[in-house]
């Protein structure tokens, strides 16, 4: 079953099918992120982007983009770098608003 997986993903070893495995878990978080805004806006009955859609970003991302370093693709490289800063500074966005309007958070750091 393995030369067949090989032969399928053009594949020599065992690391480079662990490095594929992870692209395709890297994907599918990245991907997933737009199920879950879906049927986040769905239930609030408008567009509505909820924070685990971020979260998810920068899982799938940080994954894709160790992925593209493994394989060494400067345009999927910078891709997912710069989408990792968006991704990053929406959560900082995020939970710098959700601080300012909980008493309960402005005493822990």
Do not use: C
């Not at 992925?67 to 060494?72: G, M, Q, V």
């Amino acid at each position: 079953m393995s030369e067949t997986l090989f032969d399928f993903f053009g594949l020599q070893t065992w690391t480079e099918f662990w490095w594929v495995m992870l692209g395709f878990v890297a994907q599918a978080a990245f991907a997933s992120r737009f199920i879950v805004q879906w049927i986040a806006s769905e239930r609030a009955g408008r567009s509505y982007v909820p924070l685990a859609f971020w979260y998810l970003s920068v899982i799938g991302g940080v994954l894709l983009l160790s992925y593209a370093i493994y394989k060494r693709d400067p345009v999927f490289i910078l891709g997912q770098s710069t989408g990792l800063i968006v991704y990053t500074r929406n959560l900082v966005l995020i939970h710098r608003a959700a601080k300012k309007f909980d008493p309960e958070q402005q005493h822990t750091t």
